[in-house]
């Protein structure tokens, strides 16, 4: 090492996230020269297609990778090996389904974000913007910076591109977390605390970060890893180091202890925004937690499984426990993706062969799942008061009798709460499967029952909502119809993406044929008598009208009637993760046999 | 393999049936009935098909087996075959619904044409069909959890969404019950693939018979299965989803629940447990076979004590329960048999009584005893039909259930006599909570409002008439029944490990005089 060598740089290995970077900047430029009206329809499309390009490099790799086992890019900064890639995929695909539901404006013509963030909530100048039909499409490049930093996460060769990728991830969900169109106080909070919080917790990995320099003299996985295989050289600096590193990534896991800013956050940043950090973000920082406890300190086993198994164990009891007594339906699937940090915890805390497949493969069925199910909220809505536009109705008591009005979202919620239940014949069952496998195969078989126990328990709340779409009587079904006003039609015409808000019986017509599931929905979407109103819903006029999608949200005095939103690209989104839910539920062999060829990590 | 794969076909016809119900087009939606019907029919059919291709000189072994891979990746195979108990418990299977499905003709609000309410519980109910079938004849451990669990989904809509009152803490109650349970074997039979062979078929059940497990954890992984199969059978004291899901659930429901669904934990005892861990099964027999009576006499005494007719035809369920369990652990080749047995007669018997009990509570509007009385003569063919059908529950010789619980007490005698004994009074328990019913309901003054009542349709007959028949056929002919089950019985014996002891007095001789014997029993008692 005399002297600055400059590394070779093997470019193609690094395309994914070149791809994403490069659109994301492609994207401040749009911002800063394109017109308003055309970002609004760049913007969305730039970034679809900026993540697709990536799905498609890694789709590229795959074939070298899986041959020659990975690559070591940049001098060993960045290893492009098989774990890597799989998380580096699935996180661009489950970045491209967030995408979907982001972009969906179709819902009265408003989508998830605020038309201007940084006006103060409440004012004149917010109030100004909306009639104006102002968006804010800087979300999009936002999350196209995230997702790069998510795909360098789990590919760091080193501390130091460790610490650059996890800034670069967060530092735009910071932000996107505040950008809510409803409640923006809450959303400003969220986005406060996710950066106090976040940012003790990128503090805590850096002092790991340094002590762990200061213990092996290197900050390369590869050398930690070599100086830790001499058991007489252990000491503090190592096992603080190691221990205050998992601590920061934890933390991005969302596990019990370090979780107490998920709820608060999932719940205050915008749902498509909620989906794509508990998505993706999980699996990014599982791929890195995966790679530092397999290279990095897999000798320190011992002194590390403790508190790993500690911190397992917490986390999937804690997190069903809280997740029972919720009753808003984003808190209590942020409070379920903390349990579900815990089921893939076991996954790593195995430390076996197994694991490593187990783990990404859950990673991938959670986020579909997630994503779909937050996109599912994102559509059940009811009309603001006011020309505030039509809110989330997160209220759980809300979704009563929602299986009825619209069955076909009922169901795909319904399978996503069964798949996140763990229920056989969806794909949730499947992972968890192989992540308790994993456990018993590493002699964690406490872990595994810890987590089949609490898995039963938290049957108990995903089912409760099922109870509630499916059995509970309608209440709160809407009394009135929604009447409509000249100010929000125009509203709703002017904020329209040209061609984007499907309007009238023959756009729901084809979001119905576009949604693949099982045709017993087939009369959702049409208007008139639908099986649904024949169903028996209390007002059947009402029930015909929610079905027109953007019907204009009315000037009524309280939170309108609770109604849902079948079309446009969220519903995509909806359809896709529920068809991939279950397909991969019943014939999951080739998504196994992809992500086990290849689930081997780089020494 | 050549021959027609025919549990690939029974598995699929009603999945497809379901699918078929599901996207009728509008049109045909007025039909949905006759589709359903059309559907559970073929599958009888198709059943009989499968008994005729079926070899019972055979019947110990596992036959029309079909093996293929599903996800070698974690060792699962898509693997079916059945025994003579696997076959015999999917005729009846295929018997009762064809039967839930006319005897659900008018339900949930369908009078000339079936309503959409109605449709989708008869697509439930198909897909239940499917998953039952399959979990008779799953002949690979991941594919029999699978579907052992999955069958949960349809069951708690079909309590849920149709049932009474309280259905949704039924529904929740039943799922969760079952959820522990379910839960708790999988972490069983995920430790149980490690143990075993492993690789690409490891859940294949002909290679986890005989892993090398360390006495401990064959016992825990023992108590990890029996647990699922104890609260599903449903056994003292893990019993108590049982009366509240079968009083809220509809009639056509409690009897797929109870005739056919809790006979998957009978049959895991029988077809899981046993072979799987022949060692831990003795250890636990004597702990087992105690619940077992107390079940038979706990669910006889709480039968007695209850108003509502629901929650009393589930009770004496429990105590029937016990007597396939008390004679599946006393690992006797008469016991094992008389149990299989049993499990089919008492799906005919409890599925009739639930039937009846419905169109009881669907005439009147409840389901409490104390609302009928002196039914007799008003509706003198449904007394008819419920005093046969009660009969049978208290194993009145001449029909088939007297022959199931006289073999399992005569050879739970044989190994456990106090057991045997005191299992009888469950007998004569039996007796009081089936007759006192029937004394209650049908005798005496007609209660007031209710003189008009009609007597059984046309259409519910036909729903109730095939159980009756069989009941009485079985009854005086139970020779080719006991010659399906028996050799599955001597063969789950000899995987446990345990000799046979002989029920006839000095005998220890082998099975097939055996079997005349107790066939010969039989006739004696009919001749008196």
């Given amino acids: 090492m005399n002297g600055f060598v400059a590394p070779e740089v093997a470019w193609g290995a690094l395309s994914p996230v070149l791809v994403v970077l490069g659109a994301a900047v492609l994207g401040v430029l749009v911002e800063a020269f394109a017109p308003p009206a055309a970002r609004r329809i760049v913007q969305p499309l730039l970034a679809l297609a900026a993540v697709a390009g990536a799905l498609v490099a890694v789709a590229l790799l795959w074939g070298d990778v899986e041959r020659t086992g990975g690559t070591v890019v940049l001098g060993g900064s960045v290893v492009l090996d098989g774990p890597a890639l799989v998380t580096q995929g699935v996180v661009a695909l489950l970045a491209l389904l967030s995408l979907l539901v982001l972009a969906d404006r179709s819902r009265a013509g408003q989508g998830a974000i605020a038309p201007l963030v940084a006006a103060v ?15 804010q499409t800087e979300v999009y490049p936002l999350v196209l910076f995230a997702t790069g930093g998510m795909l360098v996460f789990p590919a760091a060769g080193d501390l130091l591109t460790l610490f650059v990728a996890l800034e670069v991830l967060s530092l735009p969900l910071y932000l996107l977390s505040g950008t809510a169109r409803e409640r923006r106080l809450l959303s400003q909070e969220a986005s406060l605390k996710y950066f106090l919080l976040g940012a003790f917790a990128s503090a805590l990995l850096l002092f790991g970060i340094v002590l762990l320099y200061g213990y092996a003299g290197s900050l390369r996985y590869a050398d930690i890893a070599a100086a830790t295989a001499d058991p007489s050289a252990l000491d503090a600096l190592l096992v603080l180091g190691a221990v205050l590193v998992l601590v920061g990534l934890l933390f ?159 169901l795909a919620f319904a399978v996503f709460l069964l798949s996140f239940a763990g229920i056989p ?48 009587g309608g209440a709160g079904t809407g009394d009135e119809a929604p009447v409509a006003t000249a100010d929000d039609a125009a509203a709703t015409q002017d904020l329209a993406p040209a061609g984007g808000v499907p309007g009238g019986a023959a756009a729901a017509e084809s979001a119905g044929g576009r949604l693949p599931v099982t045709p017993d929905a087939r009369g959702v979407t049409t208007t008139g008598p639908s099986p649904a109103a024949a169903a028996g819903a209390p007002a059947g006029a009402t029930t015909a009208v929610l079905d027109a999608p953007p019907a204009p949200s009315g000037a009524v005095r309280a939170a309108g009637p609770v109604r849902a939103v079948t079309s446009g690209p ?25 992500v086990g060829r290849v689930a081997v990590f780089l020494p | 393999m050549t021959q027609t794969p025919w549990l690939t076909v029974l598995l699929a016809l009603p999945l497809v049936g379901a699918v078929l119900l599901v996207a009728l087009p509008a049109p045909l939606r007025a039909r949905a009935r006759e589709v359903a019907l059309a559907v559970a029919v073929l599958e009888l059919a198709a059943a009989v098909a499968a008994l005729l291709a079926f070899d019972t000189g055979r019947a110990g072994e596992h036959q029309l087996v079909e093996t293929h891979a599903w996800i070698p990746a974690i060792g699962a195979s898509y693997a079916l075959g059945v025994d003579g108990v696997g076959i015999s418990l999917v005729l009846m299977t295929v018997v009762l619904v064809p039967l839930v499905v006319l005897a659900a003709w008018r339900e949930q609000g369908a009078s000339g044409a079936a309503t959409d309410r109605l449709r989708t519980y008869l697509a439930l109910v198909l897909a239940l069909e499917a998953a039952v079938v399959g979990v008779f004849a799953a002949r690979d451990l991941f594919l029999f959890y699978v579907l052992f669990e999955a069958m949960l989904i349809p069951v708690y809509f079909m309590i849920g969404s149709y049932g009474g009152a309280r259905r949704q803490y039924a529904a929740v109650k039943f799922l969760v019950y079952s959820l522990v349970g379910g839960l708790v074997m999988l972490a069983g039979v995920i430790a149980l693939y490690l143990a075993g062979p492993g690789g690409p078929d490891g859940f294949l059940l002909d290679r986890l018979v005989g892993a090398e497990l360390s006495t401990t954890a064959e016992r825990v992984l023992f108590c990890s299965f029996f647990l699922a199969f104890a609260i599903k059978a449903p056994m003292f004291p893990v019993h108590t989803w049982l009366p509240d899901a079968a009083e809220q659930a509809p009639a056509g429901t409690s009897t797929l629940l109870v005739g056919v669904l809790d006979k998957v934990g009978t049959f895991g005892m029988l077809t899981l447990c046993l072979p799987l861990f022949p060692g831990a099964s003795r250890w636990a027999a004597p702990v087992v076979v105690v619940l077992a009576v107390v079940s038979v006499l706990y669910g006889a005494l709480l039968a007695i004590g209850q108003r ?122 039996a007796a009081v909570y089936v007759l006192w019913t029937y004394q209650r309901v049908f005798t005496g003054p007609v209660r007031p409002g209710l003189e008009t009542m009609r007597d059984v349709s046309g259409r519910e007959r036909w729903a109730v008439a095939p159980l009756v028949v069989l009941l009485l056929v079985l009854g005086f002919v139970p020779g080719p029944a006991l010659d399906l089950v028996r050799p599955p019985a001597e063969r789950a014996l000899a995987e446990v490990g345990v000799a046979d002891t002989a029920p006839v007095a000095g005998g220890g001789t082998a099975a097939p005089p055996d079997t005349q014997g107790t066939q010969g029993t039989q006739d004696g008692e009919e001749d008196e």
């Fill in chain 1, 121 to 135: 909530p409440g004012s004149e100048t917010e109030r100004l913007a909306r009639r104006r039909g102002l968006v």
């Fill in chain 1, 252 to 410: 991005k896991v969302g596990a019990v202890p370090f979780h107490s800013w998920t709820p608060d956050v999932y719940q205050g940043a915008p749902t498509p925004i909620t989906g794509f950090m508990a998505a993706c973000t999980k699996v990014a920082a599982l791929g890195a937690l995966l790679r530092f406890a397999y290279v990095v300190v897999p000798g320190l086993e011992w002194d590390l499984a403790p508190m790993l198994w500690a911190v397992a164990i917490v986390t999937m009891v804690g997190g069903t426990v809280v997740a029972a007594v919720q009753s808003d339906v984003k808190r209590m699937l942020a409070y379920s993706s903390i349990a579900h940090a815990g089921f893939l915890l076991t996954g790593v805390v195995a430390l076996d062969e197994l694991g490593v497949g187990a783990v990404l493969f859950y990673g991938l069925v959670y986020g579909v799942a997630t994503i779909g199910a937050f996109g599912v909220v994102a559509m059940v809505r009811q009309s603001g008061p006011g020309d505030a536009g039509d809110l989330e109705a997160t209220d759980l008591a809300q979704w009563n009798g929602l299986a009825r009005r619209h069955p076909l979202l009922a």
């Fill in chain 1, 425 to 472: 014949l969806t794909a949730g069952f499947l992972g968890k499967f192989g992540v308790f496998s994993a456990a018993v195969a590493g002699g964690a078989w406490p872990l595994a029952l810890v987590g089949v126990l609490t898995s039963a328990a938290a049957a108990y709340f995903y089912v409760r909502v099922i109870v509630r779409m499916y059995f509970t």
């Fill in chain 1, 570 to 594: 969220a519903a995509v989104a909806v359809g896709l993760c529920l068809v991939a839910t279950v397909l991969v539920g019943v014939l999951p062999q080739p998504v196994l046999d992809l």
């Fill in chain 2, 308 to 429: 509502d007719l629901m929650r009393l035809i589930a009770y004496t369920s429990v105590s029937h329960f016990g007597f396939i369990v008390l004679g599946i652990f006393a690992f006797t080749s008469t016991s094992v048999s008389g149990s299989s047995f049993y499990m089919v007669n008492h799906g005919l018997s409890t599925g009739g009584l639930f039937l009846l009990a419905g169109y009881l509570a669907a005439r009147r509007g409840s389901q409490s005893v104390d609302a009928f009385g002196g039914l007799q003569r008003v509706v003198p063919v449904l007394a008819g039909l419920f005093l046969v059908v009660g009969l049978s529950a208290l194993s009145l010789p001449g029909l088939s259930t007297f022959v199931s619980e006289f073999t399992v007490i005569v050879g739970a005698f044989t190994r456990y006599p106090a057991a045997a004994v005191v299992a009888c009074l469950g007998v004569v328990l």
